[in-house]
C-alpha cells in the first residue's frame, strides 16, 4: 500500500510542476514581467487595462446593501488578524530556535502585488490588499503548525483529509509505531 502512495505522490508533485510552468506562461500571455520583486506591465497593456477600471464612487454608490451591511463583519477581522500575527511571530521566535526548527518567512507567504493591475479602483486595491493580508496569514500559520506538527505528532490521520499541508506525506501511518518513532522529534532544518 505504501508503494501506491508513494506513487500518487510522486504523480501529485509532476502535476505541481506542471502548473507552474503553465503559470510561467501566464507572464507572455498577460504581457508582464518582475523587476526587483515588482509587477511590470507593458504601457500598451496598461492603457489597455485602464479602461476596465471601474469608477470608485459609482463603484461606492451602486454597491449592493448585502455587501455594504457585512463591511463591518469583514473589517473588524482585522484586530484578530492582527493578534494571531503578532502570537505566531511570537511563537516561532520563542520556540522554533529551542526544537531546532528553521523559522517560517513570513514574507513568503504575505504577498501584496494586486495594487499593481491597473483596472481597479482604489477600495478594490484596499479590499485586495486585505484579502491578501487574511490568506497569507492563514497560509503563514499552516506552515508554522505543520513544522510544529513534523516535530512534535508526525502522525497521519486514520482518514482522508481533506487538506493537508507539505510535511504530511512524510508521516508515519495512523498505527504504525515504528514509523513514529523514526519521525518523532525530525527538525525542520531548512528553509525550501
Known sequence: ???N???IIKKLEALENELKLEYEKLLSKYEYKFEKG???????????????????????????????????????????????????????AWAFPLWGIAKVRRSEFLIYDRQFLDYLNL???VNCLYCSYANGLFAYSVEIAARTERYWCP?????????????YKEFADYGDPKGFSEAFNQS?????
Not at 506591465?41 to 469608477?55: C, D, G, P, T, V
Not at 525542520?188 to 525550501?192: D, F, G, K, L, Y
Open 1 to 3: 500500500m505504501q508503494s
Open 38 to 92: 515588482k509587477v511590470v506591465f507593458l504601457e500598451a497593456i496598461r492603457l489597455h487595462n485602464k479602461s476596465f477600471k471601474q469608477n470608485l464612487f459609482s463603484y461606492i454608490f451602486n454597491a449592493k446593501l448585502r455587501h455594504i451591511l457585512s463591511l463591518p463583519i469583514i473589517y473588524g477581522m482585522i484586530f484578530p488578524l492582527i493578534t494571531l500575527d503578532l502570537f505566531l511571530w511570537v511563537y516561532q
Open 123 to 125: 477600495l478594490q486595491k
Open 5 to 7: 502512495i508513494s506513487e
Open 188 to 192: 525542520v532544518t531548512s528553509v525550501e
Open 155 to 167: 502522525i497521519k490521520s486514520a482518514k482522508n483529509l481533506r487538506f493537508s499541508h507539505r510535511y
